[in-house]
């Protein structure tokens, strides 16, 4: 493993453990959770955004440095990682355009569960999860794997941190919601 290498594992270690202890902290307890952040002006959708991006972009920059170390099957490499990646980017936007980049980034807004949120309550999370996947998939590199594993632990714990919230904020409505549609699937 090359310096740069190393640093960018780091990093994004680093960035997924800072994510998933913010949520562990948010989920038990939610009286002074972080995410969702308390009020709409906070730094903390700008900060876990970032944090985000980090996890993403040190997986691709050390998958860059590290391309092809893995022996992966030509039909997973090639078609699954990138089917994996565009498709999770389609709904992913189509997810933030659905109920906005407020709701998006934590903030109150109105409840949708149409669309996208007709089938998961969490459509982005479950895509952002297809998306790292892919990109490990495609990427074929041992180092990168850590970062994707650290990244797609922080994506499946967020609801956990932001439902009870939503339920406060929604009463029944979002109630009733839970009851028809699953958490991811």
Known sequence: MTAAQGILLVAGLLS??????????????????IWPPNNETSPIPTVAWG????VFGTAIGLGILDWGTVSTLDPVRWAL????IVAGNLIVWWGAFSIG???TSGGRDKLITTGLYRHSRNPQYLADMAILIGFGL????????PIV?????????APFAEEPWLSAQYGAKFDDYCAV???FL
């Open 181 to 183: 549609t699953g958490r």
């Open 16 to 33: 997924g453990m800072t994510l998933i202890g913010t949520l562990v902290w948010s989920i038990f307890l939610p009286s002074r959770r």
């Open 149 to 157: 594993a650290v990244g797609v632990l922080a994506l499946a714990m």
């Open 81 to 84: 990682g990138p089917v994996l």
């Open 138 to 145: 495609w990427l074929s590199s041992f180092w990168v794997w």
């Open 51 to 54: 944090l985000t991006l980090a």
């Open 101 to 103: 980049l407020k709701a």
